[in-house]
């Protein structure tokens, strides 16, 4: 058992209120008041034109690539440093991951890298129908270098922002600068509904679609009249009570999360052995887990001796270029000599994150990790 867990939910103690209320006008299902209105307050709150909030961010994900009439045999552009969610949805489809590296500052899809598979990719005619671009641990990407990439080809840009609720981009809330935004409301992100997900654009056109695909696609008529194949994805009335509730403290979280962040950074910013992910400039990092890079020392053997004393860390995302389910796909690394996303994997680890962390914990955190990497 962790005495100090990576990062666990963290209620408001609001939630209870509109699950009661919920139970109390009968509304459980996948529709009614709850989810009306945490679709209006994530809308409000990200400055998003529209919201459909789904059972997971993976289902959003799918929806987007839907929407973009991702295909069989289509071809589908993400990074690689990511958790399998962001890509799955493509292999429901049929279409095939090209992966793009990471680039240092952010962590997030290299410019570079993406430039050169684009190239390719034009002039074998055979541009990707979507670009998944993935804003890890709150970081935002390069996105005015990515976009601009994205415009000169004219291929639609779909935002992980999963694990990047209320992180920004010259001001702008991540999830809003491509064609799609998404959310995760899993346990282990920064607000939860113990499972959920948002789909967002600035098209409200699209939302409508997305809510009427994610309902069987049902269509307006006095009997059952379908037409396409539609999905069974959206968020439970229940479960958007919770996510009312958590939205409301998402602004606390984020200080809190912010404010661990700064406490390990300070500690050891004299120590060449840790370097912390920066917050690049113009961006503003929501901390979601504060992630290290360290030098001489295995990731394994960090993680086993802060596990002694009852602190849980973990590894960062293993690329999804070395994963055996994607042995065949194309990888476009940001230079010859190697590759980004894999020195992330084999240097870095997540620390305790979890908002609920007193400073005693902090510290203890702190002095274990200073004795390993003395
Ligand atoms: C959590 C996560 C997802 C998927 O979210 P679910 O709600 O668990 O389906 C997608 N991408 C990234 C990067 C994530 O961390």
């Known amino acids: 058992m962790n005495q100090i867990p990576l990062a666990v939910p963290h209620m408001s103690g609001n939630e209870q209120?509109?699950?009661?209320?919920?139970?109390d006008t009968n509304w459980i299902a996948p529709l009614g008041p709850n989810v009306d209105q945490f679709e209006a307050n994530l809308a409000t709150y990200t400055g998003a034109k529209d919201v459909a909030v789904t059972n997971s961010g993976t289902s959003a994900i799918h929806l987007?690539?839907?929407?973009?009439?991702?295909?069989?045999?289509?071809?589908?552009?993400?990074?690689?440093?990511?958790?399998?969610?962001s890509i799955n949805p493509a292999?429901?489809?049929?279409?095939?991951?090209?992966?793009?590296?990471?680039?240092?500052d952010t962590w997030g899809m290299s410019p570079i890298a993406l430039a050169k598979a684009l190239k390719d990719a034009?002039?074998?005619?055979?541009?990707?129908?979507?670009?998944?671009?993935v804003h890890l641990?709150?970081?935002?990407?390069?996105?005015?270098e990515i976009m601009a990439l994205a415009n000169r080809y004219s291929i639609p840009v779909i935002e992980d922002a999963a694990e990047s609720l209320g992180s920004t981009y010259k001001g702008r809330q991540l999830g809003t600068i491509g064609t799609f935004g998404i959310y995760s409301f899993n346990g282990n992100k920064i607000i939860t509904t113990s499972g959920g997900g948002a789909l967002v654009s600035n098209d409200a056109k699209q939302i409508?679609?997305?809510?009427?695909?994610?309902?069987?696609?049902?269509?307006?008529?006095?009997?059952?009249?379908?037409?396409?194949?539609?999905?069974?994805?959206?968020?439970?009335?229940?479960?958007?009570?919770?996510?009312?509730?958590?939205?409301?403290?998402?602004?606390?979280?984020?200080?809190?999360?912010?404010?661990?962040?700064?406490?390990?950074?300070?500690?050891?910013?004299?120590?060449?052995?840790?370097?912390?992910?920066?917050?690049?400039?113009?961006?503003?990092?929501?901390?979601?887990?504060?992630?290290?890079?360290?030098?001489?020392?295995?990731?394994?053997?960090?993680?086993?001796?802060?596990?002694e004393k009852g602190i849980e860390s973990r590894r960062l995302w293993k690329p999804m270029h070395t994963q055996e389910l994607f042995q065949d796909a194309t990888y476009y690394s940001e230079n010859k000599e190697g590759s980004n996303a894999d020195i992330l994997f084999q240097k870095g680890i997540c620390l305790p994150s979890g908002t609920q962390m007193t400073h005693t914990q902090i510290a203890l955190v702190c002095q274990v990790l200073g004795q390993i990497c003395k």
């Open 17 to 23: 209120k509109y699950i009661q209320q919920a139970f």
């Open 64 to 85: 987007a690539l839907t929407l973009l009439n991702v295909q069989n045999g289509d071809t589908v552009f993400c990074s690689t440093f990511t958790f399998i969610a």
């Open 91 to 104: 292999l429901y489809l049929g279409a095939k991951p090209v992966f793009i590296d990471s680039e240092m």
């Open 122 to 133: 034009a002039a074998k005619n055979k541009l990707p129908k979507a670009i998944i671009v």
């Open 137 to 144: 641990y709150g970081q935002s990407c390069k996105m005015d």
């Open 208 to 307: 409508e679609k997305a809510r009427y695909l994610a309902s069987q696609a049902k269509e307006a008529a006095p009997y059952y009249s379908h037409s396409e194949v539609g999905f069974n994805y959206r968020l439970s009335n229940v479960l958007a009570g919770i996510g009312i509730a958590q939205l409301d403290v998402l602004d606390e979280r984020i200080a809190k999360k912010r404010a661990i962040f700064d406490a390990y950074e300070t500690t050891f910013k004299n120590n060449a052995a840790l370097t912390f992910l920066s917050e690049w400039q113009e961006t503003f990092n929501n901390r979601w887990l504060t992630t290290v890079l360290l030098e001489d020392i295995l990731p394994e053997k960090i993680i086993e001796k802060l596990a």
